[in-house]
């Protein structure tokens, strides 16, 4: 079963940028993980910002933005706001086996 | 309005079973994949399985494989998660998930809690 890593906590100013990063045991995160985005705040369910590396939803603000960083799966918020301090998760494939991360909490602060 | 709605939570004892059934509104169920994912309190997310339109393909992951069961009913637009043999670990909010186009978690359910007692 492939591990998937993630920074334990982050903290970014308001209106500041902070890049979030998603790691696997198997190696290099490439686009063939397909890697997957969610936001969740305490109390919620969870809400998908950014599938397939880079592609977001309609509700997904601009200033977030998925990429490819250095062998890793990458969450960039750019300009954050109070309300964007929540966990995220990463989420990767591997051909049937299906791992999420262990999630980031970021404060805004 | 777009709606997934997980019923069949509660209080189990360990070694019982559980059926937990996801309605959902405002799609094309027929049309779209599936998935359950858990999260046991104050943990994070754990995907639980997987099932496309036709229930052709299904998947598993290793902790539940054996003893859950993913299902669908087009005609009926649901979903369902049937557990049996369950464990002290598998006490958390269970939730579904719609995919939609090449996204697989387009839209989450509000999730039901299920507590096994040891």
């Known amino acids: 079963q492939p591990v998937v890593t993630q920074e334990p906590s982050l903290t970014v100013s308001p209106g500041g940028t902070v890049t979030l990063t998603c790691g696997s045991s198997?190696?290099?995160?490439?686009?063939?993980?397909?890697p997957y985005w969610f936001q969740q705040k305490p109390g919620q369910a969870p809400t998908t910002l950014i599938y397939d590396t880079v592609d977001k939803h309609s509700w997904t603000p601009a200033r977030f933005s998925g990429s490819l960083l250095g062998g890793k799966g990458a969450l960039t918020l750019s300009a954050a706001q109070p309300e964007d301090e929540a966990t995220y998760y990463c989420?990767?494939?591997?051909?049937?086996?299906?791992?999420f991360g262990p999630g980031t909490k970021v404060t805004v602060l | 309005d777009a709606q997934l709605v997980e019923s069949g939570g509660g209080l189990v004892q360990s070694g019982g079973s559980l059926r937990l059934s996801c309605s959902v509104s405002?799609?094309?169920?027929?049309?779209?994949?599936m998935n359950w994912v858990r999260q046991a309190p104050g943990k994070g997310l754990e995907w639980l399985s997987y099932?496309?339109?036709?229930?052709?393909?299904?998947f598993y992951a290793d902790s539940v494989r054996g003893r859950f069961t993913i299902s669908r009913n087009n005609a009926r637009n649901s979903l369902y998660l049937q557990m049996n043999s369950l464990r002290a670990e598998d006490s958390a909010v269970y939730y579904c998930?719609?995919?939609?186009?090449?996204?697989?978690?387009?839209?989450w359910g509000q999730g039901t809690l299920v507590t096994v007692a040891p």
């Open positions: 198997t190696g290099a995160v490439t686009s063939s993980h397909y």
């Open positions: 099932i496309d339109k036709t229930s052709d393909n299904i």
């Open positions: 998930a719609i995919g939609y186009g090449a996204s697989w978690f387009f839209h």
């Open positions: 405002g799609f094309t169920f027929s049309a779209e994949n």
């Open positions: 989420f990767l494939s591997y051909s049937g086996v299906y791992v």
